[in-house]
């Protein structure tokens, strides 16, 4: 489903009235259609009825967007992410990621595309405790049975782009909140993931931290092109994201393109 | 990958330290007691053999009935030939020839006076005989505390505390009186060429131990034997063998209504330690059964706890795409090297342990003042072949099922709920 408020927004603003046209130019970079949700639903059992968190979505997602699931808590957010990041698959409908039917997928090739096209950042930065900055990091590249020496290089390229490589040694305990949630960020993009799926990432950080930390999500979608899909209700993240998915009672009740250069974040 | 879990295994002390300690301890535990009863309960059996039952015995029908009064009177004849006889029939065994006899010591002060009495019990063995091995068998040289072996004919061994009893010296003279095999009073004057402690209060309080020429002698019973007993090589006893020896033995003197034939009895139908043995048997199985048991619950809980502890990270790995069965393996791996680690590091500690009591023992004669049982008054451990791997039920098996068990949780585990899991 193209988003409404995107063509809306983009059309007044340049002389061709094609609206799929004026999509086209300005985002020839995200054509790729990375993540596809048609007519999914998700119940589950309560008690001796069901109970419905997602109705009949039906969305896509471009290679390289930095887009946002929002609305309030019981809205579908966490379990449209859920499904989107191959820890859950729908109830009804066909959800696509990288080209795979969630649904088809058995565990084991879940956890290879998450392994492989997907990095998570968590509320809580989930950092193990006993490994070091760089070992956190290095984990992911550990499960793709990376080289000794692929694996520094990305580990170090990855904590460079979060400045945080002079800390590669010093244990989870011993960083601050924000440059904990850096790490994960680290974490999730060391592997070069096609996709990063965000849950409430700077729902524990202060306002400073928390615009720092989605500046350089922001700068690291913009480099390297990895969409980034968020699921929150914090207005500093808003802010920043190109499209708002807003979520309510399991519907899509507005899917909105924001044009950054009439908003100052 | 092994090296990233090994790190996490040394860095996390709850991981490693806490699971080795318990598993160090546990192991450690059912060794010690494993060993200890093993100890205690072979002791009991093998002090039995040595002094008194043989692996089997050969007594004529009558003896064997009263033999609890030392009956000499209804004692083998034709020693020699019979001795021969089962050496050539069981060759397996070592066949000796013992007398136990009892009577009065007497020690003469020189002027036709006493200087003391006591009652003795005697036994006579194959002293100057080197190929007997009834000198190693009966550990004399081990159990002397003054004095020397008997050398030649008409010295004699004495108990340390019926020496010091009678305030007998090495060297002095003791008069033997009592009963021949006919009947008739008999007096037999030896020299004391030594003291013993056996360790066992009823010997060290009142035996004589003499060379079976000087009983023979001294008791009319000249190719005669009130005994011959039987040994297995190994030293060590097998009831199943000791009990087919008996039986085919006895097959060839069933038809035979004298009640002077000779009857073989094995070990565990003597003194009533059938009972003993099985006791024995099933007492051992059951208590390090239950200790093996109940530390295995212990390690299992180990197991149990640290997997809940790693919720977290297990909801981490799974959410970065690691698969549940990889997670389950390694946990797997993690519990089998903290297994193997504290099971070595148990068992060392508990075969120390074991050394030091086989060694030294628990000394526990003076609780045996006024005891006449046969049994040491030193308890000991002993190490056995299987205390090298024992420790390894509890420490490896239990540590590694309670963790395969508290893995079966990666399976059940709904990635879906993930994301809230991992934001507590």
């Given at each position: 489903?193209r988003p409404v408020a995107y063509t809306k927004q983009l059309?007044?603003?340049?002389?061709?009235?094609?609206p799929?046209?004026?999509y086209?130019?300005t985002f020839?970079?995200?054509?790729?259609?990375?993540?596809?949700?048609?007519?999914?639903?998700?119940?589950?059992?309560?008690?001796?009825?069901?109970?419905?968190?997602?109705?009949?979505?039906?969305?896509?997602?471009?290679?390289?967007e930095?887009a946002?699931?929002?609305?309030?808590?019981?809205?579908?957010?966490?379990?449209?992410?859920?499904?989107?990041?191959?820890?859950?698959?729908?109830?009804?409908?066909?959800?696509?990621?990288?080209?795979?039917?969630?649904?088809?997928?058995?565990?084991?090739?879940?956890?290879?595309?998450?392994?492989?096209?997907?990095?998570?950042?968590?509320?809580?930065?989930?950092?193990?405790?006993?490994?070091?900055?760089?070992?956190?990091?290095?984990?992911?590249?550990?499960?793709?049975?990376?080289?000794?020496?692929?694996?520094?290089?990305?580990?170090?390229?990855?904590?460079?782009?979060?400045?945080?490589?002079?800390?590669?040694?010093?244990?989870?305990?011993?960083?601050?909140?924000?440059?904990?949630?850096?790490?994960?960020?680290?974490?999730?993009?060391?592997?070069?993931?096609?996709?990063?799926?965000?849950?409430?990432?700077?729902?524990?950080?202060?306002?400073?931290?928390?615009?720092?930390?989605?500046?350089?999500?922001?700068?690291?979608?913009?480099?390297?092109?990895?969409?980034?899909?968020?699921?929150?209700?914090?207005?500093?993240?808003?802010?920043?994201l190109d499209r708002l998915v807003?979520?309510?009672?399991?519907?899509?009740?507005q899917d909105e393109l924001v044009n950054h250069?009439?908003?100052?974040? | 990958?092994?090296?990233?879990?090994?790190?996490?295994?040394?860095?996390?002390?709850?991981?490693?330290?806490?699971?080795?300690?318990?598993?160090?301890?546990?192991?450690?535990?059912?060794?010690?007691?494993?060993?200890?009863?093993?100890?205690?309960?072979?002791?009991?059996?093998?002090?039995?053999?040595?002094?008194?039952?043989?692996?089997?015995?050969?007594?004529?029908?009558?003896?064997?009935?009263?033999?609890?009064?030392?009956?000499?009177?209804?004692?083998?004849?034709?020693?020699?030939?019979?001795?021969?006889?089962?050496?050539?029939?069981?060759?397996?065994?070592?066949?000796?020839?013992?007398?136990?006899?009892?009577?009065?010591?007497?020690?003469?002060?020189?002027?036709?006076?006493?200087?003391?009495?006591?009652?003795?019990?005697?036994?006579?063995?194959?002293?100057?005989?080197?190929?007997?091995?009834?000198?190693?068998?009966?550990?004399?040289?081990?159990?002397?505390?003054?004095?020397?072996?008997?050398?030649?004919?008409?010295?004699?061994?004495?108990?340390?505390?019926?020496?010091?009893?009678?305030?007998?010296?090495?060297?002095?003279?003791?008069?033997?009186?009592?009963?021949?095999?006919?009947?008739?009073?008999?007096?037999?004057?030896?020299?004391?060429?030594?003291?013993?402690?056996?360790?066992?209060?009823?010997?060290?309080?009142?035996?004589?131990?003499?060379?079976?020429?000087?009983?023979?002698?001294?008791?009319?019973?000249?190719?005669?034997?009130?005994?011959?007993?039987?040994?297995?090589?190994?030293?060590?006893?097998?009831?199943?063998?000791?009990?087919?020896?008996?039986?085919?033995?006895?097959?060839?003197?069933?038809?035979?209504?004298?009640?002077?034939?000779?009857?073989?009895?094995?070990?565990?139908?003597?003194?009533?330690?059938?009972?003993?043995?099985?006791?024995?048997?099933?007492?051992?199985?059951?208590?390090?059964?239950?200790?093996?048991?109940?530390?295995?619950?212990?390690?299992?809980?180990?197991?149990?706890?640290?997997?809940?502890?790693?919720?977290?990270?297990?909801?981490?790995?799974?959410?970065?795409?690691?698969?549940?069965?990889?997670?389950?393996?390694?946990?797997?791996?993690?519990?089998?090297?903290?297994?193997?680690?504290?099971?070595?590091?148990?068992?060392?500690?508990?075969?120390?342990?074991?050394?030091?009591?086989?060694?030294?023992?628990?000394?526990?004669?003076?609780?045996?003042?006024?005891?006449?049982?046969?049994?040491?008054?030193?308890?000991?451990?002993?190490?056995?072949?299987?205390?090298?791997?024992?420790?390894?039920?509890?420490?490896?098996?239990?540590?590694?099922?309670?963790?395969?068990?508290?893995?079966?949780?990666?399976?059940?585990?709904?990635?879906?709920?993930?994301?809230?899991?991992?934001?507590?």
């Amino acid at each position: 489903m193209r988003p409404v408020a995107y063509t809306k927004q983009l059309v007044p603003g340049t002389k061709n009235p094609e609206p799929d046209f004026a999509y086209v130019n300005t985002f020839n970079m995200k054509q790729e259609k990375i993540i596809t949700l048609e007519h999914v639903t998700k119940r589950f059992p309560v008690g001796d009825g069901e109970f419905a968190a997602l109705r009949d979505i039906t969305l896509d997602f471009q290679k390289g967007e930095f887009a946002g699931l929002v609305g309030p808590s019981g809205s579908g957010k966490t379990t449209l992410l859920n499904i989107i990041g191959s820890l859950d698959s729908p109830t009804e409908g066909t959800a696509m990621v990288m080209g795979k039917r969630i649904s088809a997928l058995s565990h084991k090739q879940s956890a290879r595309l998450r392994n492989l096209h997907l990095g998570f950042i968590f509320q809580v930065f989930n950092l193990l405790p006993v490994y070091t900055v760089y070992e956190n990091v290095e984990f992911s590249l550990l499960l793709q049975n990376r080289s000794a020496s692929e694996r520094k290089k990305a580990v170090m390229e990855a904590l460079e782009w979060v400045g945080l490589e002079k800390m590669a040694n010093k244990k989870p305990a011993k960083i601050s909140g924000g440059e904990g949630q850096r790490v994960a960020i680290a974490r999730a993009m060391v592997k070069r993931p096609e996709i990063v799926l965000a849950d409430e990432p700077t729902a524990n950080l202060d306002a400073k931290n928390a615009h720092a930390i989605i500046q350089t999500m922001k700068k690291l979608n913009e480099e390297l092109g990895t969409t980034f899909l968020f699921s929150t209700h914090d207005e500093k993240v808003m802010s920043y994201l190109d499209r708002l998915v807003h979520l309510n009672d399991g519907k899509v009740a507005q899917d909105e393109l924001v044009n950054h250069k009439t908003k100052t974040p | 990958m092994i090296r990233f879990l090994l790190k996490g295994i040394l860095r996390d002390k709850n991981r490693s330290m806490l699971p080795v300690i318990i598993i160090t301890i546990g192991v450690t535990l059912t060794i010690l007691l494993s060993g200890y009863l093993k100890g205690v309960m072979g002791d009991l059996t093998d002090q039995n053999a040595r002094f008194e039952t043989g692996h089997v015995k050969v007594m004529t029908r009558a003896y064997y009935e009263n033999k609890d009064q030392l009956p000499n009177d209804l004692a083998l004849l034709d020693a020699a030939a019979l001795t021969d006889t089962l050496r050539k029939a069981f060759p397996d065994m070592q066949w000796v020839n013992r007398i136990r006899f009892g009577g009065l010591i007497d020690v003469p002060d020189g002027d036709d006076g006493s200087k003391g009495q006591g009652p003795a019990v005697g036994m006579a063995l194959e002293l100057l005989s080197a190929s007997s091995g009834e000198i190693q068998r009966m550990n004399i040289p081990g159990a002397l505390v003054k004095g020397h072996l008997p050398a030649r004919s008409g010295e004699a061994l004495i108990g340390h505390d019926f020496a010091t009893k009678l305030n007998v010296k090495i060297g002095d003279e003791i008069t033997y009186m009592g009963a021949t095999m006919n009947g008739s009073l008999t007096f037999y004057r030896f020299s004391v060429s030594g003291t013993l402690r056996f360790g066992s209060a009823g010997l060290d309080r009142g035996a004589i131990i003499i060379d079976i020429s000087d009983a023979r002698t001294m008791l009319d019973m000249e190719d005669a034997t009130g005994e011959i007993l039987g040994f297995f090589e190994s030293n060590v006893y097998n009831d199943d063998l000791a009990l087919a020896h008996a039986a085919r033995f006895n097959s060839r003197y069933v038809q035979v209504r004298n009640e002077y034939a000779p009857v073989m009895i094995a070990l565990r139908d003597q003194n009533n330690l059938a009972g003993y043995l099985d006791y024995v048997d099933m007492f051992s199985l059951l208590f390090v059964g239950i200790f093996v048991f109940a530390m295995s619950i212990v390690l299992w809980n180990t197991g149990l706890l640290g997997g809940l502890r790693r919720y977290q990270e297990f909801g981490i790995r799974l959410a970065l795409g690691e698969e549940k069965g990889h997670i389950y393996r390694t946990l797997v791996y993690e519990a089998i090297l903290i297994g193997a680690i504290g099971s070595v590091i148990g068992t060392c500690t508990g075969l120390l342990g074991i050394w030091y009591l086989q060694v030294h023992g628990i000394d526990i004669s003076g609780m045996m003042k006024n005891s006449t049982m046969m049994m040491p008054s030193v308890l000991r451990a002993r190490f056995t072949p299987d205390l090298l791997y024992i420790g390894f039920i509890p420490g490896l098996f239990a540590m590694v099922f309670g963790n395969m068990l508290s893995g079966i949780g990666i399976y059940k585990r709904q990635t879906a709920a993930l994301f809230k899991e991992l934001e507590v």
